[in-house]
C-alpha cells in the first residue's frame, strides 16, 4: 500500500494555479484559494496565479506558457470541466499535452463518486505532461479541489511517497527532448 517514507527529505516543487472563470475575481476565487493553502501548507511553493476566461486559445496559451518557464514544475487548473459550452478547459489541456495521465481522471472520479454519487460522471478532470512539466484540470468547486488536493495530488507531488510519485521521475518527463 501507499505510505510516506519519512526517512527521505521532503522536496518542495513550483505549482501554478489557474482558475478559468468568466465572472470571477481573485477575492472570489475560492477554489483557487483551496488550493493555494494546501500547495504552501504542504510545503510547496505557489509559483503563480491567474484568473482567465473561458476562452479555450486563452487557457492554452497561458499552460504553454507556464510550461516553458523552468521555474514552474506543476500546473494546476480549476474550473471549465463540465459539459456546458463554455467549459473548454479540459479541451485547452489536451491542446497541450505530449502524454495524458488517463488514470488521473478515473481515481478523480472514484474518489467524487464517494462523496457526490453519481454526479460525479459531470466532471472531466484531466491530467498530462508537456514540456516537463505535469498539468491538471480539476473540476470549479472547492470541495472537487480539495479532494482532489488530497486524495490524489498531496500524495503524488510528495517525493516520500511510496510505491512511486510525480516528483521522482519529473527530471525524466522531457528526456525524448534532450536525446535530440
Known amino acids: 500500500m501507499s505510505r510516506i517514507d ?14 478559468v472563470s468568466d465572472t470571477r475575481d481573485l477575492s ?4 483557487g484559494d483551496t488550493l493555494v493553502k494546501r500547495i504552501e501548507g504542504a510545503g510547496h511553493r505557489v ?10 486559445a486563452e487557457i492554452a496559451d497561458q499552460l504553454r ?6 521555474e514552474i514544475d506543476v500546473v494546476i487548473s480549476t474550473g471549465g470541466t463540465g459539459l456546458t459550452g463554455r467549459d473548454v478547459t479540459v479541451e485547452a489541456h ?17 474518489i467524487s463518486m464517494k462523496k457526490i454519487g453519481t454526479s460525479a460522471v459531470q466532471s ?25 488536493w488530497d486524495e490524489i495530488l498531496s500524495l503524488q507531488l510528495d517525493y516520500r511517497h511510496r510505491p512511486c510519485n510525480f ?3 519529473l527530471p525524466r518527463l522531457d528526456e525524448h527532448v534532450r536525446r535530440k
Open 6 to 19: 519519512e526517512s527521505l527529505d521532503f522536496i518542495a516543487i513550483r505549482i501554478a494555479v489557474l482558475t
Open 28 to 31: 472570489e476565487d475560492r477554489s
Open 47 to 56: 509559483a503563480d496565479r491567474k484568473i482567465l476566461r473561458d476562452e479555450r
Open 65 to 70: 506558457a507556464w510550461c516553458a518557464d523552468p
Open 94 to 110: 489536451r491542446d497541450v499535452y505530449e502524454k495524458e495521465i488517463d488514470a488521473f481522471g478515473t481515481i478523480f472520479t472514484i
Open 124 to 148: 472531466r478532470a484531466t491530467g498530462g505532461v508537456a514540456n516537463g512539466t505535469y498539468l491538471f484540470a480539476l473540476p470549479g468547486s472547492p470541495g472537487a479541489c480539495k479532494d482532489a
Open 167 to 169: 516528483v521522482e521521475i
